[in-house]
């Protein structure tokens, strides 16, 4: 794998055990799909690369940024960009002071990686119900990213048998 990457770019020990996670989760869900593997692959492993230059949820564009900027396909940094919580859809990236357009994931590599990312805590698994806890404390107990991370859970749980 391209480890030796994530440590050339300069990653913290914290963003590489937490990437190595989300890879494995990543692969677990992906298992029960035609997928890219290696999209996903790359995708998982360099999602938060954007941490580098922020914590806050611009590291999504960061992360986009420093991937084109290293040659990545744009496929793989697209999937940096739209990881953050299960997808932004415009109308809330232009309240959040994001550049306006959307930002949800869209491809079945996309959403496997932002949701592999959403059911990792730091490198610990953990099931829905934990997360959707976490983001009612954090953004409110109704906030519409609550549903949208309900509906993609949904959507990558159908296919397991
Ligand atoms: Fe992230």
């Known amino acids: 794998m391209n480890l030796k990457l994530l ?3 300069n990653c913290s020990s914290y963003i590489i055990e937490h990437s190595q996670a989300v890879l ?6 992906s298992d029960h799909f035609n997928v890219d593997i290696e999209l996903v692959e790359d995708g998982a492993l ?3 690369v954007g941490r580098l230059k922020t914590q806050g949820i611009y590291h999504g564009i960061e992360g986009a940024k420093i991937l084109e900027e290293h040659y990545f ?5 697209r999937i940096a960009e739209v990881h953050i919580g299960a997808g932004i859809p415009e109308e809330e990236a232009i309240l959040l002071g994001l550049p306006p357009r959307d930002y949800m994931p869209l491809t079945l590599e996309e959403k496997i990686v932002a949701h592999a990312d959403n059911l990792i805590h730091g490198t610990r698994e ?7 806890e976490k983001w009612r404390k954090n953004m ?8 949208r991370l309900i509906n ?6 159908s296919e397991i048998p």
């Open 7 to 9: 440590e050339d770019l």
């Open 24 to 29: 494995k989760k990543a692969q677990t869900i």
């Open 46 to 48: 360099f999602h938060d």
């Open 73 to 77: 396909p744009q496929k793989v940094a």
């Open 126 to 132: 953990v099931n829905l119900d934990f997360v959707i």
């Open 140 to 147: 409110g107990y109704n906030h519409p990213s609550i549903d």
């Open 152 to 157: 993609l859970d949904e959507e990558l749980r």
